[in-house]
């Protein structure tokens, strides 16, 4: 059976603050390590109203803390917002504090508007171009080695090597994941139309380089449960409008269902919220079921990855409780 893991974006409600959005998410990763599933990622993005984990390697230090046996990390840290050599400092602390239990997922995007991410590069001549050798530069620092050591030299470095993947949209980190022998998740939540392109791209190009034996696909997916299919729709509507808001450039906290339902789409924006949540898994839990099951079946993958975004805890709670039950995880985890 393929496992299940969180993605959790410590969504920011209409009404709440971003402190409540981080203790929201530090519930939750207890509540989805007692049921089982196998890892919690946060994501990096700035300047965005709904989303409170603007700093994944603090977040990921709490949760760890927070938690005894889950996995958790970032899906992902934006490499080009950072140096190679912070970024491996800071994962290389954790692995040593939370050994075999901090994941480091690697994004090739700013994750913000322009304006942020100008204010957010570390050198106006290093960008996402530069992507390939920092994951190089950066695995050097924490990957095994008899040779000599790196200069410079992090402490805590070699040896307190997290779990690196390498996340993507398309098919540029699908390849450059194979090439380096590194497990890969693609973001189908958002991006589901290169899917299957990426994923076939990812395992033809897998290399053997010493860091996994085989290759590892996990794939991303909004998915939202609830008793009937009625009131998982009516409950995903906070985050349509949230998709919508964000692509044209209104981003706001995720209001309430009551707010969603009542807000006056036009034709083209009720189209638009259609291209954007057609991949989107929302119904009962026989539904969501089919829908997993097919984009297992679809794509091959190891894991899933669910993002669940809604207005508030007790509905993501709920909805990764009543998916836990149908997927049968605590036989898994078992």
Do not use: K
């Not at 059976?1 to 990763?29: E, F, I, K, N, Y």
């Not at 530069?137 to 040896?159: K, M």
């Amino acid at each position: 059976m393929t496992r299940l893991s969180v993605l959790d974006l410590a969504t920011v409600a209409q009404g709440s603050s971003a402190a409540d959005a981080l203790a929201d998410t530090t519930r939750l990763a207890r509540i989805v390590e007692t049921l089982g599933y196998r890892r919690l990622w946060v994501a990096e993005h700035h300047g965005m109203p709904s989303v409170a984990s603007s700093a994944p390697a603090v977040l990921v230090g709490h949760l760890a803390d927070a938690t005894t046996t889950l996995r958790v990390g970032a899906g992902g840290v934006m490499l080009p917002n950072h140096a190679p050599l912070v970024v491996a400092e800071q994962f290389a602390t954790l692995e040593a504090l939370h050994p075999g239990r901090i994941d480091l997922g690697l994004g090739r995007a700013p994750g913000t508007d322009p304006a942020t991410a100008r204010a957010l590069r570390r050198s106006a001549d290093l960008g996402a171009e530069h992507f390939p050798q920092d994951v190089v530069e950066l695995l050097g620092y924490l990957v095994p080695s008899d040779g000599p050591p790196t200069v410079p030299a992090p402490v805590p470095g070699r040896g307190y090597l997290p779990q690196v993947w390498l996340l993507g949209s398309s098919t540029f980190s699908a390849q450059l994941a194979g090439l380096l022998g590194l497990p890969f998740s693609f973001a189908f939540h958002f991006a589901p139309a290169l899917v299957d392109e990426a994923v076939a791209l990812y395992r033809s190009n897998f290399r053997r380089t010493g860091l996994l034996d085989e290759p590892y696909v996990m794939v991303a997916a909004s998915a939202l449960c609830a008793d009937s299919d009625d009131e998982a729709r009516y409950l995903a509507g906070p985050s349509a409008l949230a998709m919508l808001h964000l692509r044209t450039g209104r981003p706001s906290p995720v209001v309430s269902p009551e707010e969603a339902a009542a807000y006056p789409y036009t034709e083209a924006e009720r189209a638009l919220v259609g291209s954007m949540t057609a991949e989107h898994v929302v119904g009962d839990p026989a539904t969501v079921q089919r829908g997993l099951d097919a984009l297992v079946e679809r794509t091959g993958a190891d894991e899933l990855m669910l993002s669940t975004r809604a207005h508030d805890l007790a509905t993501r709670s709920r909805s990764l409780e009543l998916v836990a039950e149908r997927w049968g995880l605590d036989a898994l985890a078992a």
